[in-house]
């Protein structure tokens, strides 16, 4: 069993809003996850994966039993340049719904572009098998950190970050692209959904200056988005205070969360990141409250 973290000393008042489990990319089981996040003391968790909402009702069951609420949630990739545009969806049920149908379209342009990373590597005169890709993934969605790894089994790079940086990232010679929606899209089929959307790890966008970032702040906020990831693991805490008042500024709720990946992101813990991480449980509440209202 894939071990999820270690008790920390958070307080308890204390929620992560970004993970994921093996649903998606992640090495960690949804129980596992949610473990993770009780022995962290925190109240909450979001289980956040990919494309999918298929971990949420295992999810869901952990929680209950650790006397813990569990958010429903998914991370969805937009059409956005030159940066990459992510967006955590959090109050979002398994079950019917109009952003949750237009999920299962999105896992479909998943597949067809994880078999055709396979005949770029091909190409490149290394043998893999997509077999073999999805044995790695075992039940979840198939994404690019398990090529990594199977890259990594096979001796042909030395580890995740290297697959990443010689093979699978953007511009690199196996990257392909998928089908993704228009931020105007995912903002509105959350909405419709009953659920609130967040902009994630917000400086993948690309931009450069103060005014590029709050021109996009101030446009997302215009068409429906709710929160910003303020409190992320790879940005210092000086950051992530700024980033939570530059939220505040533009109309938008601070959000945050470790963006645990497992085994995929050594040194992410749920709850802590690299330790020094803590998202106030206030900030679930106000999430919830702008859901309710919207």
């Known amino acids: 069993m894939d071990s999820a973290g270690s008790p920390g000393t958070l307080t ?13 990319d992640g090495s960690a089981s949804p129980t596992d996850v949610v473990r993770a996040a009780f022995e962290a003391g925190l109240t909450a968790v979001a289980l956040t994966d990919h494309d999918t909402l298929e971990g949420v009702p295992e999810a869901c069951e952990a929680a209950d039993q650790a006397g813990m609420e569990l958010v429903p949630g998914a991370e969805i990739s937009c059409e956005w340049a030159p940066g990459a545009m992510h967006l955590v969806i959090l109050f979002l049920d398994a079950g019917p ?18 078999h055709a990373i396979v005949e770029r590597l091909h190409d490149l005169g290394i043998d893999i098998t997509y077999e073999e890709v999805a044995r790695q993934a075992g039940m979840g969605v198939v994404g690019r950190p398990h ?12 580890d995740i970050n290297s697959a990443f940086r010689e093979l699978l990232a953007d511009g690199k010679p196996a990257y392909v ?3 993704r929606l228009s931020p105007e899209d995912a903002i509105g089929l959350a909405k419709a959904s009953g659920a609130v959307s967040i902009l994630a790890h917000p400086k993948t966008l690309g931009h450069d200056t103060a005014d590029e970032f709050a021109r996009t702040f101030r446009w997302l906020r215009s068409i429906g988005l709710v929160g910003l990831e303020a409190y992320c693991t790879e940005y210092p805490p000086d950051e992530r205070l700024e980033l939570a008042s530059v939220a ?3 109309g938008l709720i601070p959000s945050g969360g470790s963006d645990y990946h497992g085994s995929y992101r050594p040194g992410v813990r749920v709850g802590q990141g690299h330790g020094d991480l803590r998202v106030p449980a206030e900030l679930l509440e ?9």
């Open 177 to 179: 692209s998928r089908k």
């Open 97 to 114: 719904g109009p952003l949750q149908s237009e999920l299962v379209d999105l896992q479909r342009g998943r597949d067809a572009r994880n």
């Open 147 to 158: 090529f990594a790894a199977v890259l990594v089994r096979k001796g042909i790079v030395d």
């Open 286 to 294: 106000e999430l919830r409250a702008a859901r309710e209202t919207s």
């Open 12 to 24: 308890s008042m204390a929620v992560d809003l970004h993970t994921h489990s093996f649903f998606s």
């Open 248 to 250: 505040r500024s533009h």
